[in-house]
């Protein structure tokens, strides 16, 4: 119970300031674009992603100035190919001025994504649209959300390491109580998490808010949904789960009891106490032949049915997050399952051991030497399989120094590298431990046997004696055998046995490891095992905050699609450019505004002269025209359209190029004044 509070602690260290999930899902275009000023009111509002979300008709809201919404209430699946791409219809006949866009979705790996922009029809205008302030996935929710995914892993790996640990490195840890206990409450962790991913789906993806927990309505869509299947799917596994904890703690345990042999339950007895203690053996064992083969039998049957729970419980991780989606999905999701069984068997053998030296009995060396080995083969599962992943989802050297993924990647690695530089001094402590053992049994083992037996009976002056130098600082209190049996017809006292029992109980506990810490060689392998597990701890928060942040190799694809287009590509060109005639009302200045101002497509040119005083004023003559040197273009006239007093306009305006073109604007004054002023602009 205590690890478990750690775990909860460092979990809320972890995620108090935790900032919403990362968007696996990107935004890479929208028609019109953002920042846009369109001549005429779009049939449509299309939006293009980098990767497969999920959307409804409610998802993609297109609002008016005045924050009414006015597209169609239904989405167009507009996908095609690789090409992910969605939209919303709109009424004929909008009115001028700025339209906000507000989408909200959840991408292939079950992260919600949300958004908003603004495009003008016409000119820009004031707009009262509410925007989301609150990013999907954020806020209270999100927190809430982050921590459960935290405490599922958490839980899982308690749950199936523990258990592994049980099956191939220690069959005698499934009668010592400590270890029944972290693995029980590895069940019970991952289960009410999963309950609770469930309940705050809803809100996590949509509105954000904590009330929508209760919204089932809400949780009958979250079950249609392949994020939904897998927490279901899940639950499903536990109880399985269930059926494997209560054979491995029972009928097992039972098997593996010690039958006379100095094994396990040798030294424990009743005055093992509780977190020390051990379960009862079986009174009849059965004949050798029978005993072994019920063990072999029973350990063949839960190490295939431990393996195929544990791989349908990661696998419940790999069909809904990052392996489900993008590069070779169909190599990914069993890698990342094995991934996830590797980190369990490490991490959660780690927490057994770390148990199993605290809370139980004399751990044998041949347990530590079989996890250590057990611990070195998921570590090369685990390089292995991490090489691949972050090939898949970072993929180039750059992009591990220039994005979030690749950041959090690298520190990972390097706690990794940690923890197995840590778990080689364990290894050391391990060698040691056997030299020692060894050491001390040849030079007396009669004094070794002899000294178990009197921790055994539990006097306190040969428990003293037994336990060396290192226990001779403690005291020891001696508590005297209960009295005999009183005499026919006097009142026995029940209360007064049970205090006794429970002190002797005491005293036993605390010969019991007073026995175990005064050897300097065990207490190094504890503490270096307890490092371990502290590290292993944060390990696992840094992997939950990395599959919460969007894969390097989509913030690249991002980028490349959005290369060449500079930081406001998306916005018109203004130039306001004053000029002088010469005549006597030769001054004042021009604006001009080229919306969008990109190439291969239609811009809209709007002109304005003004005086010097900055009201507008109508001159007898003015021209516009564009030149490109570098390719020989131009110049290409373009024909104003005079609408007002002082204001002309032209649409349709193609650029056929990018490139920085040269602006020429002619202005007129008089029938002999006149100038020529020109101007760059850079078109996209």
Not at 391 to 401: E, M, P
Not at 617 to 634: I, N, Y
Request: aromatic letters at 4%; a neutral charge; charged letters at 15%.
């Amino acid at each position: 119970m205590r690890l478990l509070v750690v775990v909860a602690a460092l979990c809320g260290a972890l995620f108090a300031g935790a900032a919403p999930a990362s968007a696996h899902a990107a935004l890479t275009g929208s028609d019109p674009a953002q920042g846009s000023v369109v001549d005429r009111a779009p049939e449509q509002v299309a939006l293009t992603f980098s990767e497969g979300v999920a959307m409804g008709d409610d998802s993609l809201r297109v609002l008016d100035p005045q924050g009414k919404r006015v597209d169609r209430g239904k989405l167009r699946n507009l996908c095609s190919g690789s090409t992910v791409k969605y939209g919303a219809g709109l009424p004929p006949g909008l009115a001028n001025g700025t339209y906000t866009v507000a989408w909200q979705a959840v991408s292939a790996d079950s992260h919600p994504v949300s958004g908003a922009f603004t495009f003008s029809i016409g000119a820009p205008s004031r707009t009262s649209a509410p925007v989301p302030q609150q990013e999907a996935g954020g806020g209270l929710v999100g927190a809430l959300y982050g921590i459960a995914r935290y405490l599922a892993y958490a839980g899982f790996v308690l749950l199936a390491g523990g258990s592994a640990f049980v099956v191939a490195c220690r069959p005698a840890a499934a009668r010592v109580r400590s270890v029944q206990r972290l693995v029980v409450h590895g069940w019970a962790l991952l289960t009410g998490t999963t309950i609770a991913l469930l309940l705050l789906r809803t809100p996590y993806t949509g509105s954000g808010k904590p009330a929508d927990v209760f919204d089932f309505a809400g949780l009958q869509q979250v079950l249609l949904t392949k994020p939904g299947a897998a927490l279901v799917s899940r639950l499903l596994l536990l109880a399985a789960a269930a059926l494997f904890v209560a054979v491995l703690f029972g009928a097992y345990a039972r098997a593996h009891a010690p039958d006379g042999d100095g094994g396990e339950g040798a030294g424990s007895g009743e005055g093992a106490g509780v977190d020390e203690g051990v379960t009862e053996p079986s009174e009849d064992a059965g004949p050798p032949e029978d005993l072994a083969k019920r063990r072999k039998d029973l350990t063949l049957g839960l190490s295939l049915g431990g393996v195929l729970v544990a791989a349908g419980l990661a696998t419940t991780w790999a069909m809904a997050e990052h392996a489900s989606t993008g590069l070779q999905p169909a190599v990914a999701m069993p890698v990342d399952v094995l991934h996830l069984l590797a980190v369990a068997v490490w991490l959660g053998g780690l927490a057994a051991l770390v148990v199993s030296l605290y809370w139980g009995p004399a751990v044998e060396r041949s347990a530590v030497v079989r996890f250590s080995r057990v611990a070195f083969g998921s570590v090369l599962v685990l390089v292995a399989t991490g090489v691949y992943q972050s090939w898949r989802q970072v993929g180039s050297w750059r992009a591990l120094t220039d994005t979030s993924y690749g950041q959090l990647l690298l520190v990972k690695v390097g706690l990794v590298a940690v923890l197995v530089a840590v778990a080689a001094m364990s290894r050391r402590w391990t060698a040691r431990l056997g030299e020692v053992r060894e050491a001390a049994r040849t030079a007396d083992p009669e004094a070794e046997t002899e000294a178990g037996t009197e921790a055994e009976t539990g006097t306190g002056a040969e428990a003293e004696s037994a336990s060396g130098a290192g226990a001779a600082a403690v005291p020891v209190v001696t508590v005297a055998a209960p009295a005999a049996a009183p005499a026919s017809g006097t009142p026995a006292d029940p209360a007064r046995a049970v205090q006794l029992a429970r002190q002797q109980a005491a005293l036993a506990t605390a010969r019991t490891k007073r026995i175990r810490d005064a050897d300097p060689v065990r207490l190094g392998l504890r503490r270096s095992v307890l490092a371990e597990a502290t590290i292993a701890v944060v390990l696992l928060g840094v992997t939950t905050v990395l599959t919460t942040t969007e894969p390097a190799r989509t913030a690249e694809a991002v980028k490349a699609a959005s290369a060449g287009q500079s930081a406001d590509a998306n916005q018109p060109r203004v130039l306001t450019i004053p000029f002088d005639t010469g005549g006597s009302q030769g001054k004042g200045s021009a604006r001009l505004d080229l919306d969008p101002g990109r190439s291969g497509s239609g811009n809209e040119l709007r002109l304005r002269i003004a005086d010097p005083s900055g009201r507008t004023r109508d001159v007898p003559e003015v021209k516009v025209s564009f030149t490109l040197g570098a390719q020989k273009l131009g110049p290409l006239p373009v024909a104003l359209r005079h609408v007002s007093t002082g204001h002309w306009t032209a649409s349709g305006v193609q650029l056929p190029v990018p490139g920085q073109w040269q602006l020429s604007l002619l202005v007129r004054t008089s029938d002999i004044d006149q100038v020529t002023e020109t101007r760059n602009v850079k078109i996209d």
